[in-house]
């Protein structure tokens, strides 16, 4: 898109997911399979983020962002569409569509999987965004979001060769997405 059309995905993957149309970023099959499936366990949007920044002094607090495919329901309010900063030093004009906001306050889930010897195996665990601020210089939309023990559970995440990338979904539903993942669809889950 960024090439052909000049614009970045962001605000359009944005909108896709509001209306219920799962889209991930970065081609990332396994986090349209998690998005696909919190959808499903909640009814409302989620949102591919990036495991970022520790955030101030607190361990189990971090920055989870990604460069404005957020959907708006699960933002503060209306984001500002500007020009996609990565996009923009390797092809100048070519990546309008970035869209920079805050993630609201909420009970999320996140998760994730990965794909080994034709095998899924999923990670998942819960938490919160907190609504706390974030510098108005950081690059898209982003929220702060509270994990007991994340320092930990990041460790292990990198150590079995999870990528960088998470997806969250509103409300607590670690449960309903254990079961369905193991009991129904034969996949394993890691304990982190």
Known sequence: MHDILGVA???????????GIVASCEIDLCSAINMYSMQLASEKPTACLDWNNNYGDDPDKVILFHCGSTAQSLMEGKG?????????KADPGCGWGSNE????????TYSN?????????????????????????????????????????LIKLGREGFRHHTVVGVGHMELVLREAFTYYLGYDILEI
């Open 9 to 19: 995905p962001c605000v359009l993957l944005s909108e896709l997911n509001d209306r």
């Open 101 to 108: 906001g805050r993630i609201r306050a909420f009970d999320m």
């Open 113 to 153: 999987c990965k794909t080994e010897n034709g095998k899924l195996t999923f990670y998942v665990g819960e938490g919160a965004f907190t609504g706390e601020p974030i510098e108005d210089e950081f690059f898209g939309c982003g929220g702060v979001a509270k994990i007991d023990n994340l320092q930990k559970k």
């Open 80 to 88: 500002k569409v500007t020009d996609h900063k990565m996009f923009a």
